[in-house]
């Protein structure tokens, strides 16, 4: 059974370009999370989407970073124009949608942004 | 608001050691308690969880017990391995609150041989 899926898995960009993760959650998962996780920050959610409306997204850093999630199976968050304090590694999430249950994680997307 | 405090690491053990990793936490409802692992270069996984006071949640060797009265949830092993070396993640879940998980900082922890 496939796990949280994300790509690409390693980006390498220069500042002012645009960059867009991807994210495939687990099949039958309603629930979706960004994380970003920095050494200085620690773990921090972005963006949480249910049924794929977007609930919450007060972590969103500022007007450059946007995700969508146009239907059940794939998400994207896109930063636009990305700048050197974006680079960080990006995790994707998905739970069956209840506050108690578990989060499976898939294995990030680390990005650089020179 | 709600929060959840780690204790600071690393935590470095030699092999066979007991390990405790400290973690308290401030809710104001009533909230489900996780220990998430991260292993090197990969995305956060559940260990372990428990859903109300008293319970014990355990895994792999490693449990945890909900204590309401201290508002703790310690994770503990008898003895670690060398393939124990991770960060590990506490973190709680309260009903209502929109389906996030509030995080702990991370404690990482070295095991040597």
């Known amino acids: 059974d496939a796990g949280v899926i994300q790509s690409p898995r390693h980006e390498v960009t220069e500042m002012g370009q645009e960059v867009t993760l991807r994210c495939k959650p687990i099949?039958?998962?309603?629930?979706l999370f960004w994380y970003r996780q920095t050494m200085m920050r620690g773990l921090e959610l972005l963006i949480y989407f249910n049924n794929n409306v977007p609930i919450d997204d007060s972590g969103m850093p500022e007007d450059r970073f946007s995700a969508k999630m146009p239907n059940a199976s794939f998400s994207t968050l896109k930063i636009q124009p990305s700048e050197p304090r974006d680079s960080a590694v990006y995790f994707c999430?998905?739970?069956?949608?209840?506050?108690?249950?578990?989060?499976?994680f898939g294995p990030g997307t680390r990005l650089t942004v020179l | 608001g709600d929060s959840v405090t780690q204790m600071e690491g690393p935590v470095t053990l030699s092999e066979e050691a007991f390990l405790t990793i400290n973690c308290t936490y401030t809710a104001t409802g009533y909230p489900s308690l996780f220990w998430y692992v991260q292993y090197p270069g990969e995305g956060l996984q559940l260990l372990l969880k428990?859903?109300?006071a008293d319970d014990k949640g355990s895994n792999k060797g490693f449990e945890a017990t909900y204590r309401k009265e201290t508002t703790s949830f310690h994770l503990e092993k008898g003895s670690v391995q060398v393939s124990d070396s991770a960060v590990y993640f506490c973190a709680l879940s309260v009903r209502d609150s929109n389906y996030q998980l509030i995080w702990g900082a991370g404690t990482k922890l070295i095991i040597k041989p």
């Open positions: 999430a998905s739970s069956l949608g209840d506050s108690m249950d578990t989060q499976y």
């Open positions: 099949s039958g998962h309603n629930s």
């Open positions: 428990a859903t109300k």
